[in-house]
């Protein structure tokens, strides 16, 4: 059907200011412009991007009589958006200045403020803006067209209009932050050009830095201090604390948010209704009721939910309910379903659903997983708000300790209400509106602050409250706060290789943040005789990573040796690179550093005779080498072959290396030969062993994390160790947690791929991930929410008499006579498990003569479904059929009427809906296959009516029952 998504045309990321009529880009001695100033303007001097971009304003100086607005006009709707406003029209009195104002002259609610950080949403239209306070001179209400731009230093007229004496010019500079040039922009009021003289562009001047937002934060005001306690959703900047205004959510009593561990859905509670929040339009959706639990302190209700976090290193969603306070009533610590709502019982050991957060203060307002190494840390204070700090609290039996007051400024800063962390580990917090605090404390209400987690001090970040938008002006009490990187982590998929047999070699991918643990799926067929040996993923500075393979041969003929692939991480594909000159490529791994690609080179296995007695020993050039992505040739890293000990003598053999990772920051390579890690130091030529033993089985595939921790991919159980992967502290020499693959078939784990990068440099496996199992995900399931889904999209291409039913990973279509079941087109698209968002869109992508394709935007990914009759390839069916004769096939409400013309028999059927899948080889993915012959035959009673069925066997492998009908159609 060709490809249902053509490429866009990419919108213009950066400003558009020049080439437009009636402005002139001042030419400075000294300052280029650069290159791309001519492609940054279109006619109508549009602000448009393709993804949220923040700009930052910067007002270095006014000049003229009359008080101005300076902002941003939406194109489309007209509205204002006011980002500087003066309080004074001037300073500095007369024409010599040209009655000059500073940033003194501006007002925000009477609070100076020379810097604004704006959003500008992708696909919104903007121009710069300059209107009139009081008095308005004539055309007093000015946009881009009536500006000059300049980049680094600009030069205007510094006396006004009336000015008898000489005219002066002053020269303004300006820098962005990594010393580039600024973009400095200087506009003009009208009053000049309206009594026929030229103007001046010294009215207002700013400077203009833009930057695509990297991360986007979110926070719930809880407003109960404002009558019927309205909470509204806002988006937040983590750079100057200001907000935006997005919804209300329709709830009184939302007190924490987070979001999923892939960054795509805001979760929140309700009091005690656990539910997610739709981030384009605050509305809270209700998902179930946490409910009630028992443990050391009797049975308690789930009702006043004040904490929620998406645990990094487990992904489970930890909480904290809040409790009225009596002697020793400390809050509990408790975990939720996210797919239910409910708290999940025994969580904390049998009988135990919750456990008591003991240790410092009672009172626990919100926690946060720290993404950098797992630990949960909580803001507690003592009632009310007062004597706010920061702990750790154990995942385990709800212990806190103390990391210190959240002090900062003149004294402590109460009432730290929410609590998050930014991708990078930098940990944010906001304060609410308490009562009890005083008016003392009203310097620190509502406010952002950056919060210090080694000492738990604070410094301001800003305020939400005062703003220029009276929306965000009036909300209090920010008591929920969730960040996410900018870049989803839909491509944050882990590979490894397992080896089948001799040297077949089975693709697989980890999705890490499904159920917790994360599942393994098959990725592509199986590539018989490759040996494929290594993977490592080359990041990209635009896109996807690239992911790359490297192969042995094991002395087989016909196997290429030593050859490099690229790999489809989509499909599993492989595309040729070529060879790399060197034996057993056994391992891949990528120096970050300098983004280079390097394997190591096991050499050639020769057969040789010790002491009478036959050995086998690697022979020719062995060790880590280069290698370049484009061709595949390797060059070896030590080219003499000789490496040293720890001590700098000469070692007497080279282990046999199978398996390698780089140290974040590079500088050393480790690698196993086993069981035992070892450590290649370039500088020196130095190899030497950093853990005499790993873990209790062989060792053939490793991989740095973010966090330091290696993972370990083991070759098989014939020791009884674990099989599955671990991670491994490569400085204690331990392991800290595991994911076993229990019943699964990949048994041979020959290498791992981490792609750091794409997961917004998160680790897979921290100190406290604990160990669990991880299952096989053999073929996807239909998420319900795609069944919402399916009707929009039948329903605008014209179907309006469909119904929809899902049931049980199945959903069905009934259009008519005939009955549709709802299928991925390709494997991977979804997951059965996953809560997406509310549907977004859906269309029909493909009317074909079997089948209808629509295409579902299910909020974090779009996916292609195929409504295939029950049937499932009528084709096939009427093919099979005529194997008994020329036949003719009607249906009717279900009933396939069979006639065959040879026999004069008429044969009624009825499809069974449940269309079963072949038996494969356990974790291989099935191949396509392009026919339109079924088989069919007949088999018993299949369902007890007294009269034979048959079995088609479609092309495809799947089978289906027929029941026979006949003479009972009408019955």
């Not at 697989?508 to 067929?525: C, E, H, R, T």
């Not at 060790?623 to 003499?640: C, F, N, Q, R």
Request: hydrophobic share 35%; proline share 5%.
């Amino acid at each position: 059907m060709g490809n249902p998504f053509p490429l866009k045309t990419p919108i213009k990321r950066w400003l558009k200011y020049f080439m437009m009529a009636g402005i002139s880009v001042t030419s400075l001695t000294g300052v280029s412009l650069p290159a791309q100033a001519g492609d940054l303007a279109d006619t109508n001097g549009v602000i448009l991007f393709n993804e949220d971009t923040e700009g930052t304003f910067k007002f270095l100086l006014s000049h003229g009589f009359y008080k101005s607005v300076y902002g941003l006009v939406e194109v489309d709707s007209g509205d204002k958006i006011p980002l500087f406003s003066e309080r004074l029209p001037y300073e500095i009195y007369g024409d010599e200045y040209d009655w000059q104002g500073t940033s003194s002259a501006l007002t925000d609610l009477n609070v100076p403020k020379d810097t604004v950080v704006f959003t500008f949403k992708a696909g919104v239209k903007y121009q710069m803006g300059l209107w009139g306070k009081q008095p308005v001179p004539v055309g007093h209400d000015v946009r881009m067209t009536d500006a000059k731009i300049a980049y680094g230093s600009y030069t205007f007229k510094r006396t006004g209009p009336n000015w008898k004496g000489p005219i002066v010019y002053d020269t303004v500079t300006a820098t962005n932050p990594d010393g580039s040039p600024a973009m400095i922009v200087g506009f003009e009021d009208g009053y000049e050009p309206a009594r026929g003289k030229a103007g001046d562009f010294n009215d207002l001047i700013v400077t203009v830095s833009l930057k695509p937002r990297v991360v986007e934060c979110y926070a719930v005001a809880d407003n109960d201090q404002l009558v019927g306690s309205p909470d509204v959703f806002l988006e937040l900047s983590y750079v100057t604390g200001q907000a935006e205004y997005v919804g209300p959510t329709n709830t009184a009593h939302v007190e924490s948010l987070t979001f999923d561990l892939k960054g795509n859905i805001v979760y929140a509670v309700n009091g005690g209704q656990f539910g997610t929040i739709d981030i384009k339009m605050g509305k809270f959706t209700p998902i179930g009721s946490v409910g009630t639990g028992n443990g050391e302190q009797g049975e308690q209700k789930f009702d006043d939910i004040d904490g929620i976090t998406f645990d990094v290193a487990t992904g489970i969603v930890y909480a904290i309910q809040r409790r009225e306070h009596a002697e020793q009533d400390w809050d509990l610590l408790l975990q939720i379903d996210p797919l239910t709502g409910s708290v999940i019982r025994d969580a904390f050991g049998p009988g135990k659903d919750y456990v008591p957060i003991t240790g410092t203060e009672m009172d626990i307002d919100d926690i946060a997983s720290d993404p950098t190494n797992g630990k949960l840390y909580a803001i507690s204070n003592r009632g009310d708000g007062l004597g706010s700090v920061l702990v750790i609290i154990d995942k385990t039996n709800g212990h806190s300790t103390l990391v210190g007051k959240n002090e900062g400024g003149t004294g402590n800063v109460e009432d730290i209400e929410g609590l998050t962390f930014l991708p990078d580990g930098m940990l944010y917090g906001s304060s609410g509106k308490s009562s009890s605090q005083g008016p003392a404390a009203d310097l620190t209400r509502n406010r952002l602050y950056l919060i210090d987690k080694a000492t738990g001090r604070v410094s301001l970040v800003g305020t939400w409250t005062g703003q220029q938008d009276a929306r965000v002006a009036v909300q209090q009490d920010v008591e929920g706060l969730a960040c996410r990187p900018k870049q989803r982590l839909e491509n944050c998929v882990m590979y490894a290789l397992h080896d089948e047999k001799l040297n077949d070699s089975q693709l697989i991918a980890i999705d890490p943040f499904v159920k917790g643990v994360g599942v393994v799926s098959p990725l592509g067929p199986l590539h018989k005789a490759h040996d494929i040996e290594g993977v490592a993923i080359l990041p990209s500075k635009t896109g996807s990573g690239t992911l790359y393979g490297s192969s042995g041969s094991d002395g087989v003929a016909g196997v290429r040796d030593g050859f490099i692939y690229k790999i489809d991480r989509k499909t599993g594909e492989l595309t040729d690179v070529g060879s790399t000159g060197f034996h057993e490529v056994s391992a891949l791994a990528v120096e970050r550093a300098d983004n280079t690609l390097w394997g190591w080179a096991r050499g050639s296995e020769k057969t040789v005779i010790v002491n009478g007695k036959s050995k086998k020993v690697r022979v020719g050039p062995i060790g880590p080498i280069k290698i370049d992505p484009e061709t595949g040739k390797g060059s070896l890293a030590v080219p003499t072959g000789t490496f040293l000990d720890a001590d700098g003598y000469k070692l007497s053999s080279v282990p046999d290396i199978e398996a390698i990772a780089w140290s974040n920051g590079g500088g050393k390579l480790y690698a196993m030969s086993g069981r035992v890690l070892w450590a290649f130091e370039p500088q020196t030529n130095g190899l030497s062993k950093v853990c005499s033993k790993t873990v209790d089985a062989e060792v053939e595939a490793l991989e740095m994390q973010p966090n330091g921790i290696l993972l370990l991919g083991t070759d098989s159980d014939k020791d009884g160790g674990m099989i599955g992967i671990q991670a491994f502290d490569p400085v204690s020499c331990q392991v800290v947690a595991s994911r076993i693959f229990k019943n699964l078939p990949y048994t041979d784990i020959e290498s791992i791929a981490w792609p750091s990068q794409e997961c917004a440099e998160r680790s897979w496996l921290y100190q406290g991930s604990w160990d669990a199992e991880i299952e096989l995900i053999k073929y996807d399931a239909v998420p319900q929410e795609a069944e919402d889904g399916i009707r929009i999209a039948l329903q605008e291409a014209g179907f309006t008499d469909a119904v929809v039913e899902a049931n049980h990973g199945k959903i069905l279509v009934y259009m008519g006579d005939l009955t549709f079941v709802a299928q991925p087109v390709a494997e991977g698209q979804v997951r059965d498990g996953e809560r997406n968002v509310a549907i977004e869109s859906a269309t029909i992508v493909d009317k074909g003569v079997t089948n209808i394709v629509l295409s579902v935007d299910l909020g974090n990914q779009t996916a292609l479904f195929q409504l295939v009759p029950a049937a499932s390839n009528e084709t096939a069916l009427e093919n099979a059929i005529g194997e008994f004769g020329k036949a003719t096939v009607q249906e009717n409400s279900g009933v396939i009427t069979v006639n065959v013309e040879s026999t004069g028999q008429t044969i009624s059927v009825v499809p069974d809906l449940a269309v079963e899948q072949p038996s494969v080889t356990e974790g291989q993915s099935l191949e396509t296959l392009d026919s339109d012959m079924a088989t069919i035959d007949s088999t018993g009673d299949k369902n007890n009516d007294g009269t034979s069925d048959f079995v088609v066997t479609y092309p495809n492998g799947d089978t289906q029952v027929l029941y026979n009908v006949t003479g009972k159609e009408n019955q």
